[in-house]
């Protein structure tokens, strides 16, 4: 087998996830198709298929305008706009274990919603199971602001973690089945969470501090505790995180491998945050481009069962671990 034929043969047999994009609110201001490749943003559903995405986060990211009075309003109108998406061309949205135990390689990209910002809740835990069964099954508890749930990634310094509020909330997702997202929440919160979950949760789209220190970035002792819970790191493709402006495929892949040593390969993933950065790496302009890190990987003597997990097995464990079952 040629190496070409060896790198496809792989690629047809991969999942593929990510755990990050700021898709929907970039198309609801922009105005631009999803359904076409318009040359603009980094995800369509043509460049999708291209990519062979299998399971596609989608986060609804809460302007800071809307914070904290209108954000659920905010939220439900991003909704609308991704259901009207849905009656174009039927997708799936991730609900529960079995919308993942049916995925197969050649399957259609389907989406799981999240929102990005406990605002939403608007101080009230009982928004959670409305949110539910809306249909959305992840949420980043804080944006990088202090909000009702905690505060976040900006707030190092107060050492201030999860408020009463917050703790509930943590219970509650457990409860019900929604995945927690502890990116962009503070140190300390982090850990309250750690504390209390009883379930895995993912830092869906960070990058690791020991090699580039951010307060974006998870140090290797959250890296370690990540894996004590069965959860997992998303590697962010934002240059700015990754720690070189001028980086290329190959930075990405030096975080997935750090990550990997100290965590252990079972709890690192991607999670692009495509559409929410304004530069990417060199290589990885777009979703369109995830071939080339498998192609790095194997250029670096990764076995197949490690590409696997890392391109998307180990996303999907974590939510079959989190997601009600039906
Ligand atoms: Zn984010």
């Known amino acids: ?63 800071p305008q809307f914070k904290p009075h209108g954000a ?15 009656l174009e061309k039927e997708v799936t949205t991730v609900l529960s274990k079995s919308d993942l135990c049916s995925l197969k390689p050649e399957s259609e990209c389907r989406f799981l919603l999240a929102i990005e910002g406990g605002e939403v809740l608007e101080s009230k ?83 690791c501090a020991a090699l580039f220190d951010h307060p974006r970035n998870l140090s290797d002792a959250q890296l370690l505790a990540l894996k004590e819970v069965n959860g997992i790191i998303g590697i962010n493709f934002y240059p700015d995180f990754l720690g070189d402006k001028n980086g290329g495929v190959d930075l990405v892949i030096k975080h997935l491998e750090h990550a990997a040593s100290i965590a252990g390969i079972d709890f690192v993933g991607l999670g692009s945050d495509y559409d929410g950065i304004d530069h990417t790496p060199l290589g990885l302009e777009d979703i369109s481009k995830l071939p080339s890190i498998v192609d790095k990987l194997i250029k670096r003597g990764w076995q197949e069962e490690d590409i696997r997990k890392v391109m998307g097995g180990n996303f999907i464990r974590v939510l079959k671990e989190v997601l009600p079952n039906a």
């Not at 991969?14 to 198709?33: E, N, P, V, Y």
């Not at 309003?73 to 009207?84: G, M, P, Q, T, W």
């Not at 509650?172 to 750690?194: C, K, P």
Request: with cysteine; charged share 20%.
């Open 1 to 63: 087998m040629s190496n070409l034929e060896y790198y496809q043969d792989i690629y047809q047999k991969l999942l593929i996830a990510d755990g990050h994009c700021d898709t929907i609110l970039d198309l609801f201001k922009s105005g631009r198709s999803f359904w076409a490749n318009e040359q603009s943003g980094h995800i369509d559903w043509p460049r999708i298929t291209s990519s062979k995405m299998n399971l596609q986060f989608l986060a609804f990211y809460i302007e």
């Open 72 to 86: 659920l309003c905010r939220v439900l109108e991003l909704l609308a706009f991704y259901n009207k998406l849905k």
């Open 125 to 207: 835990l009982s928004t959670l199971s409305i949110l539910f069964q809306l249909g959305f099954r992840s949420l980043t508890l804080t944006w990088n602001q202090r909000n009702f749930l905690a505060d976040g990634a900006w707030e190092n310094n107060s050492k201030g973690g999860l408020t009463q509020l917050g703790k509930q909330v943590v219970l509650e997702m457990n409860r019900l089945g929604m995945l927690i997202d502890v990116s962009h929440l503070s140190t300390a919160g982090f850990w309250d969470v750690l504390a209390l979950t009883d379930k895995p949760i993912a830092a869906t789209h960070s990058c």
